[in-house]
């Protein structure tokens, strides 16, 4: 399975700042994928970003809120601009793996908190 | 709608006592099932994948079985390391991904 980092594990922001989270996968991967986790919810798919065009964001998730970058095939980062508290979440990137490369792994999370 | 369902919310165990979490799905076609823990404030970690029913997955204190219509992650004399949320998540055959919303299992010494 791919190893995945991401920065930083957990931050404290102010209304009305953006936040920048990376993410990093030690091996070459088509597609990442990036989720929020509300508290007491379950994983809400953002929007899956390929390298070499544009993420596609899900219904009810705009890239004016969550710009996306895919420089390459092992990072990505998501930007979460003009915070609100309603923003406080986990934020998740993940890849395909497995033999048939039909399971999710998962970041270790970002914890974002919005005051 | 394609949907998953994880009962019970929360379950308590004293260390020791075996239990079972379900996991009822509807999807229109079924490329896999899985589950994974979750530490709280961290990212889930991948435990185990089911493909067709009968199948069965174990590891360690877990064992993951799989029907047509459900899953249940069985887990057999319980430490209290075992305490986590246990998420079960579904792959159609359109390549969506949905999530439930976890069992939250705490394990008493």
């Known amino acids: 399975s791919a190893v995945i980092s991401q920065k930083p594990s957990r931050d404290i922001c102010q209304r009305g700042t953006s936040l920048t989270i990376q993410c990093q996968v030690d091996?070459?991967?088509?597609?990442m994928f990036w989720y929020r986790q509300q508290p007491g919810q379950s994983l809400t798919l953002i929007a899956t970003?390929?390298?070499?065009?544009?993420?596609?964001?899900e219904s009810g998730f705009v890239i004016d809120k969550f710009p996306i970058s895919r420089p390459n095939l092992t990072f990505s980062t998501l930007t979460v601009s003009n915070m609100s508290p309603e923003d406080s979440s986990i934020y998740l990137c993940s890849v395909n793996g497995g033999s048939l490369a039909d399971t999710q792994y998962f970041g270790p999370g970002t914890r974002l908190t919005v005051l | 709608e394609d949907q998953v369902t994880q009962s019970p919310e929360a379950l308590r165990l004293q260390e020791g006592e075996s239990s079972s979490l379900n996991c009822s799905y509807t999807?229109?076609?079924?490329?896999?099932l899985f589950w994974y823990r979750q530490d709280p404030g961290k990212g889930p970690e991948f435990l185990f994948t089911?493909?067709?029913a009968g199948e069965e997955k174990e590891k360690e204190r877990l064992k993951a079985t799989l029907t047509k219509k459900e899953s249940f992650l069985h887990i057999t004399a319980p430490k209290p390391e075992d305490s986590a949320t246990y998420l079960c998540?579904?792959?159609?055959?359109?390549?969506?991904?949905?999530f439930g919303t976890g069992t939250s299992l705490t394990v008493i010494p």
């Open positions: 970003a390929n390298q070499g065009s544009e993420a596609t964001y």
């Open positions: 089911l493909y067709s």
């Open positions: 998540a579904v792959r159609d055959t359109g390549n969506q991904f949905y």
């Open positions: 999807v229109s076609g079924l490329r896999g």
């Open positions: 091996s070459q991967v088509t597609m």
